[in-house]
């Protein structure tokens, strides 16, 4: 290390030592001016977040509070009834665990529920698998957990087969705030129809985490399944973790939620400060602005060198591209906003494309993740007691190094182990960062119109594919002469993808080999 990288690293390294963990930058090229002529715009992101914590209208577009953060500091929700909620619902959720485990809540056909299937997408997903695979241990869990989290009929039939005989020893939770989620519900379905198949009574398996009042609440009331626990409005799906949409598996596999809701409460507490230079979550946030100019021009590439962190990078995905890919600021202006995430783990991204991040393209900077403590077995691997965690911490110190040589630029992140408490730390100083970024570039970080606007097209695509099978009555028609009979001759290719997936799947005959232009198709 060159000493003007040395002075650097010392003037400029975040150390925390309520949370044990600190955030190197010194590997981001901002100027020595940069952190003050940044400081109007911070005070207004500090604001902004001060506000939001008290109760304010965060997100505007759909009028509704953001209130993630007072799931792991109840006292801090602005209303007795909120923080009420809050709590009655965490100790809900510890003596439902509780009673599970014990075998006072089970099947109908055996002892106790020994595992547990969680369907749900998107946030009701991400997070709680990023959790389960970052704190699981199979010596010790409590359940084993499975996920459905995609409407893919394969991919439920295959989480249903490693399920196989244990399918009536199995607890499942469906999750979904408004309770239609397609997705969601195309897994409930499915997983119900086994349940039936296997002569199993799907309600007696079956616990909603939803929103009151919604068609599932609905539903899992009248079906009298096992319980329920709710999801408020003021807690959007990427920022859920915390709520019982994470608690709720992780309490049954076992994991400390007490410790992972601590550590993010800790972390709130630290990085709620209005003391930039030592507040983590705020140089992250400043450090993106700086890299992608404050629109989006770079990358992030998450690099933990941990096995335990590699959902990680997938949960960021959503948190961050969810929340900033944005096409409107809060002026209502067009600026295309976002910041795209990609990455696995270290050391196998040394084998992957960090060939790339060292000689190619320029268009990204890293946030490497350092976790001192190696864990396993320290197995001597070379003489002078080297061992398989030494060549993974110096994988990772040589990566920085060649990155840094050919001009890329990286922060480190280092926390002493991955347990319960470090990933409540992780989740809340990524949460806040988002908050803040957000703050910077004028934008509505806790709403999802493009999601939304994808869901809308489905439908659409969905009810045009009704018309079209029922078109295919008579003679074989082409995929032209099918859109003009449907009246959607302006969607004439959407029509032959919706013929050739009837077709694959047994629901249209094709003719022909020609090209699927002149395919013709009927039933």
Same mark, same amino acid.
């Given at each position: 290390?060159?000493?003007?990288?040395?002075?650097?690293?010392? &003037?400029?390294?975040?150390?925390?030592?309520?949370?044990?963990?600190?955030?190197?930058?010194?590997? #981001?090229?901002f100027d020595d001016g940069y952190l003050a002529k940044m400081a109007p715009a911070m005070a207004s992101a500090y604001e902004a977040m001060d506000a939001l914590e008290k109760g304010a209208i965060a997100n505007p577009d759909e009028k509704r509070m953001v209130g993630h953060y007072w799931l792991r500091a109840a006292q801090l929700a602005p209303t007795p009834e909120l923080r009420s909620a809050i709590d009655s619902t965490r100790n809900a959720i510890k003596t439902f665990a509780a009673d599970v485990?014990? $075998? @006072?809540?089970?099947?109908? /056909?055996?002892?106790?529920?020994?595992?547990?299937?969680? %369907?749900?997408?998107?946030?009701?997903?991400?997070?709680? #698998?990023?959790?389960?695979?970052?704190?699981?241990?199979?010596?010790?869990?409590?359940?084993?957990?499975?996920?459905?989290?995609?409407t893919d009929p394969?991919?439920?039939?295959?989480?249903?087969?490693?399920?196989? @005989?244990?399918?009536? +020893?199995?607890?499942?939770?469906? %999750?979904?705030?408004?309770?239609?989620?397609?997705?969601?519900?195309?897994?409930?379905?499915?997983?119900?129809?086994?349940?039936?198949?296997?002569?199993? +009574?799907?309600?007696?398996?079956?616990?909603?985490?939803?929103g009151a009042g919604s068609h599932l609440d609905k539903q899992a009331v009248s079906e009298k399944w096992i319980t329920r626990f709710p999801m408020w409005d003021w807690v959007g799906g990427r920022t859920s973790e915390l709520s019982a949409v994470g608690l709720v598996p992780a309490a049954l596999q076992g994991l400390d939620i007490d410790a992972m809701l601590q550590g993010a409460a800790d972390c709130d507490v630290v990085t709620r400060k209005?003391? /930039?230079?030592?507040?983590?979550?705020?140089?992250?946030?400043? #450090?993106?602005?700086?890299?992608?100019?404050?629109?989006?021009?770079?990358?992030?590439?998450?690099?933990?060198?941990?096995?335990?962190?590699?959902?990680?990078?997938?949960?960021?995905?959503?948190?961050?591209?969810?929340?900033? $890919?944005?096409?409107?600021?809060?002026?209502?202006?067009?600026?295309? &906003?976002?910041?795209?995430?990609?990455?696995n783990k270290g050391s196998t991204d040394q084998h992957a494309y960090v060939q790339q991040l060292r000689d190619g393209v320029n268009n990204f900077f890293v946030t490497f993740i350092r976790v001192l403590e190696s864990g396993g077995e320290a197995v001597e691997v070379e003489p002078g007691g080297i061992t398989a965690g030494d060549y993974l911490h110096g994988f990772l110190l040589g990566t920085r190094e060649a990155l840094f040589g050919n001009d890329r630029q990286s922060m480190t992140l280092t926390v002493p182990r991955v347990d319960a408490r470090t990933v409540g730390i992780l989740i809340a100083l990524f +949460?806040?960062?988002?908050?803040?970024? $957000?703050?910077? %570039?004028? %934008?509505?970080?806790?709403?999802?119109?493009?999601?939304?606007? $994808?869901?809308?097209?489905?439908?659409a695509v969905l009810a045009l594919q009704g018309k079209v099978a029922a078109a295919l009555t008579g003679a074989p028609q082409t995929a032209e002469q099918i859109a003009a009979r449907v009246g959607a001759t302006d969607s004439i290719e959407t029509v032959l993808a919706l013929l050739e997936h009837l077709s694959a799947n047994g629901r249209a005959r094709r003719s022909g080999d020609e090209s699927p232009t002149l395919a013709t198709f009927a039933t």
């Open positions: 290390m060159s000493d003007q990288l040395w002075q650097r690293y010392q &003037q400029h390294l975040c150390v925390s030592p309520s949370l044990n963990l600190s955030l190197d930058i010194s590997r #981001m090229t485990h014990a $075998g @006072k809540v089970k099947p109908p /056909t055996t002892a106790k529920f020994t595992r547990v299937l969680s %369907i749900g997408i998107g946030g009701s997903a991400l997070g709680p #698998m990023f959790v389960s695979d970052a704190l699981g241990d199979p010596r010790t869990d409590k359940m084993q957990v499975h996920f459905i989290d995609n394969d991919g439920i039939a295959r989480v249903l087969a490693r399920l196989g @005989k244990q399918l009536n +020893e199995t607890l499942c939770l469906v %999750i979904s705030k408004s309770g239609g989620t397609p997705d969601t519900r195309n897994g409930m379905v499915n997983v119900a129809a086994a349940y039936k198949s296997a002569g199993l +009574e799907f309600a007696r398996h079956a616990v909603a985490i939803t209005h003391d /930039t230079p030592r507040n983590p979550s705020a140089l992250m946030a400043l #450090m993106w602005y700086h890299a992608t100019d404050g629109h989006g021009k770079k990358d992030l590439v998450m690099l933990p060198y941990k096995d335990r962190l590699l959902l990680f990078s997938r949960y960021l995905q959503q948190l961050l591209m969810e929340s900033l $890919g944005k096409r409107l600021n809060l002026k209502g202006e067009r600026v295309d &906003q976002g910041i795209a995430v990609y990455g +949460e806040r960062a988002v908050g803040f970024y $957000g703050s910077l %570039i004028n %934008i509505n970080a806790y709403h999802q119109p493009g999601v939304e606007a $994808g869901k809308k097209a489905a439908a």
